[in-house]
Each structure stands twice: as structure tokens, then as C-alpha cells.
């Protein structure tokens, strides 16, 4: 279990959300993280296509809103258990593209050091605890988290994702069941992309997930998984009521999962006319349009934005690639704890904390009053 020093922990604070609304500074940020999610995941998918990326290539092309959304609300010393369609929720708490990218070619310079070329990946010193394909697992371990953070007093906030269809599954009832019994600080995102894998919604439930929380006492909230800034406000409201002693929050994101399961998947269970449907809906290109429309953004800066982002992650990718492939002697080590190490604490770019201490031993930059 992890454990933190309390001294840390006392001289951190939680501002009250009044105090931080979101800036247009802010706001830009959500467009670039959402913006670098995208491009990311283009240049992983061409790398996957140039038979550079081993196994099959997962995106969430279509739900970066979710992830970066709600991820922009958590303070460094929060913690997250991410998965595999969420790479903006990396992103904001600190990786870079490209270790993102070295990860899925196996390079020596991805997250896990070559030792899965994959997705499966979380960086610790960040906060982030490494995901499983076994979803939705990774709610019980957000779920330890946030009672450890409860048994410690601690104001501090435990977030995981997961897809609707994990709604079907035991874990994710039991992890429901004692967040709700204990009121546990911790905020449940459920993705609901349409299709586990190729079974749509009106085979998968009877009741709508959301509805589901209530039952298990507490709160579930259903938002329009492709407005990052409903996400944002959702999130907020939840971390704040678990922060507070209010327990979890079920938050239920409305997006469509717009390529296949995997790079493998054709999606041809999709009907076209909702995927053009939800293709007109893109988070991207519909924030676009707002920040233009009601925030005095020039179309000229969120294109300089995309100019920043596309370059960036160019010259990352090209990082990646320099990556050499890891040592083979290297493949038996960090397969055992051989001592404790404690979770890292993440970037956040939008905090309501200050004072404690970051992963690199800095101090996060107090939030300013608007």
C-alpha cells in the first residue's frame, strides 16, 4: 500500500473551486493536450502500419475529451489508474509522446523500459499505476487507493476509467459495492464508446450503468463524453465531493469509440450512419469551434497551436525511433519489488492544490485566483 509523509500532506490545501475557474490559458491547454493525444496516436498508428509496432495498436481516437478533461482537474499528489483509450490522461499528469511511442515499439526508452511494447503502461513517478487487461481490475486497485487515502485523512482524490462494457463484469460490482459502503474519496469514469468490442449497449445492459450508482450509494452524473469542458466541470464536482468526505461519484461519458477495438478491427458492426453521426460530434473540432465562438480565440492561434503540437510530436516520434531496443539481461530486472518505493506525484497543470512536493522533488506552483 502506499504511504506518504504526512508533513507533506498537511502543508498541501485544496482551494475552493470558486476561487480557480478555468482560464483561457487554461483552455488552451485542454485544446493542446487533446490536440497531441490525437497526433500521438496517428503517428503510433503509422508506425504500427510501417511494421514498427509488434501485436496490434489500441487508440481512442474520438474520447480525448474524457481523459484529458478529467484528468485536468486532479492535484500532483492524486493519484490515477489509467487505461487503454485514455492516453491524454498520461499526457497531462507528465509522459511524453515520445516515451509513449518508444513503449509500443518495445524500446529501452518507453515507460517500462522495453519490457511490454504495448499499452499497458503507467509511469509511477507520475502517480499513475500501471494498467491490466482485465477489465475493469484496475477499479479495485483505484479503489485501495482511495481507502488508504481515507484511513489516512488524507484530502486527496483517486480517478480510474473504464468502458461500459466492464459494467458487466464482477469486479466491477464489487469495486462499486465498498466505494459506496465506506464512502471512499475516488471518482469512477465510465467511457461508454457504443460497442464492447463489437456488442452495442442494447446488448450489453438492461439499465443504464449510471443508474446503477444510486444503488450502490452515491452519485452518478451522465455528461456528454465529447464536451471536454462538461467532463472538466463533472470531474471537478466529483473530486471536490470525494475530497470533502461526500464519497465516490460515477461519472458516465456519452463518446463513440471511432476506430475498431484495435488497429486488427474493421468495425464493420458499426452502422455508417452513426459513426457519421458521431464523426460531425468530434471533441476536437467542436472545442475548436467554442473557444472560437464564445472565447475569443483566433482561428489563427488554435491552428498555431496544432502547428506546436504536430511538430513536437514529429520530433518526439523521431526521439522514439533513436530508442535502441533494451538489453536482454535487462528483461529479469524489476520483475520483483527489492524495495518499497512510493507512487511519484504527477503534473497538474490545473491544481487546487499548493505546497506538498512533486515526484522530482519540486514544488507544484501555487493555482492562481482568476
Given amino acids: 500500500m502506499e504511504t506518504t509523509d504526512a508533513s507533506v500532506v498537511a502543508r498541501g490545501r485544496v482551494r475552493e473551486l470558486a476561487d480557480a475557474p478555468l482560464t483561457r490559458e487554461d483552455r488552451a491547454s485542454l485544446f493542446r493536450y487533446m490536440a497531441m493525444m490525437r497526433a500521438s496516436e496517428e503517428r503510433a498508428l503509422t508506425l504500427y502500419k510501417q511494421g514498427k509496432v509488434p501485436g496490434s495498436f489500441y487508440d481512442g481516437r474520438g474520447q480525448e475529451a474524457i481523459s484529458v478533461g478529467a484528468s485536468f ?3 500532483p499528489m492524486d493519484r490515477m489508474c489509467i487505461l487503454h483509450r485514455d492516453l ?14 518508444a513503449n509500443y515499439m518495445g524500446r529501452a526508452d518507453g515507460v517500462t523500459g522495453g519490457k511490454e511494447g504495448n499499452m499497458h503502461f503507467g509511469d509511477r513517478r507520475l502517480g499513475n499505476v500501471g494498467m491490466v ?19 489516512r485523512h488524507e484530502r486527496r482524490v483517486a480517478m480510474t476509467f473504464f468502458g461500459e462494457g466492464s459494467t458487466a463484469n464482477g ?3 464489487e469495486a462499486m459495492n465498498f466505494a459506496g459502503i465506506h464512502r471512499l474519496p475516488i471518482v469512477f469514469v465510465l467511457e461508454n464508446n457504443r460497442f464492447a468490442y463489437s456488442t452495442p449497449n442494447e446488448l450489453e445492459f438492461a439499465v443504464d450503468p449510471v443508474e446503477r450508482a444510486h444503488t450502490y450509494g452515491f452519485a452518478g452524473v451522465n455528461v456528454d463524453g465529447n464536451d471536454v469542458e462538461a467532463v472538466f466541470e463533472a470531474a471537478r464536482a466529483a473530486a471536490d465531493l470525494a475530497r470533502a468526505g461526500g464519497g465516490p461519484t460515477l461519472i458516465e461519458c456519452q463518446t463513440m469509440r471511432m ?4 488497429a486488427h478491427d474493421d468495425m464493420r458492426y458499426v452502422p455508417k450512419e452513426m ?3 458521431w464523426a460531425r460530434r468530434d471533441p476536437i473540432e467542436r472545442y475548436a469551434e467554442r473557444l472560437v465562438a464564445d472565447h475569443g480565440f483566433a482561428p489563427d492561434e488554435l491552428e498555431e ?3 506546436q503540437v504536430r511538430s513536437y510530436v514529429d520530433d518526439c516520434a523521431a526521439k522514439a525511433l533513436a530508442s535502441p531496443m533494451p538489453e536482454p539481461d535487462a528483461a529479469a530486472s524489476g520483475v520483483f519489488a527489492d524495495a518499497f518505493e512510493r507512487l511519484g506525484d504527477g503534473h497538474a ?22
Fill in 73 to 75: 482537474v486532479l492535484g
Fill in 88 to 101: 491524454g490522461a498520461h499526457l497531462v499528469r507528465g509522459v511524453t509522446p515520445d516515451r509513449y511511442l
Fill in 133 to 151: 487487461s482485465m477489465l475493469p481490475d484496475m477499479a479495485l486497485v483505484a479503489m485501495g487507493m482511495a481507502l488508504a487515502f481515507k484511513t
Fill in 171 to 173: 469486479q466491477w460490482h
Fill in 259 to 262: 476506430h475498431g477495438h484495435g
Fill in 275 to 277: 459513426h457519421e453521426e
Fill in 305 to 307: 497551436i496544432r502547428s
Fill in 349 to 370: 497543470p490545473w491544481s487546487h492544490w499548493s505546497g506538498g512536493r512533486s515526484g522530482n522533488g519540486a514544488t507544484p506552483v501555487e493555482r492562481r485566483a482568476a
